[in-house]
């Protein structure tokens, strides 16, 4: 993460990030303090998370950390992998992981992710533009470079975000100028903070190496996620706190571990 916040205060227009007070209502237990509420389509209450890698080859639970559920697995993932005593050559992940910060932060680590990709309500390529990644700037439909200008922080959502941009006086006379966004003077385009290491993900979607990937990833991470949950009784944590939750975790690993390393030696 240091690294990453590095890379961000090395950029045009960057600034540090301002503290802003917001007044939100948390959903706490009055038995379990550490636990946290997660609010989604399949997953809905008070409790945790855990994060899990599992290697390809035998079905070994490489490292487990648990989490309060109403944290964003993304935020975790780096940590999670730097952790571990083993090093992973290439990594699978579902589209949670989607966000620019975790695809940099696989690069720094020397790891060759392969993320499966979620839609973005402002992806610029919906819209026609095509992006050059040697220039690091959007072409549009009638061959206009909008170029990186610099770094913009935004209070709302305390985030970072690039800035491309192009004279809007320049494209007037467009058949298509109404349907690009505009602002100051400029078609501008709001990019991910670390986008040229988003579109490389984007790149490797649909080729032969990213399907073998995601295949083995269903067959080896959600399989074991399913045996941890149908066997070792993982769908619903037993202890309270967050130490005594992440033990039951590694116990249902170690247990799995075992009878699979049998088979591997």
Known sequence: MEELDAELAAMPGYSEPEDVETEKKCLKSHTDKDCGYIHQKRKKGLGYLVEMTVD?????ITGVDCYPANKRESDIILEHLKNQPCRYQKIALDAGYDIGAVHRGL??????GYTAIRE????AMKKGFLYDEQKDAFICRKGKYLQFQKLIY???SQNYY?????PRKQCKECSMFSACATDLGTVRINASA???S???NNQKVR??????VMRLRQIWAEGTFAVLKREHKLNKIQKRGIQKATEECLLSATALNLKRLVKAV
């Open 56 to 60: 390809t080859k035998h079905g070994i």
């Open 107 to 112: 690069e720094l680590l020397d790891i060759d």
């Open 120 to 123: 973005y309500q402002n992806n």
């Open 154 to 156: 935004k209070k709302s």
């Open 162 to 166: 690039r800035l491309y941009t192009h």
């Open 194 to 196: 670390y986008y040229p």
């Open 198 to 200: 988003f579109y490389r």
């Open 207 to 212: 080729s032969p190496e990213y399907l073998k």
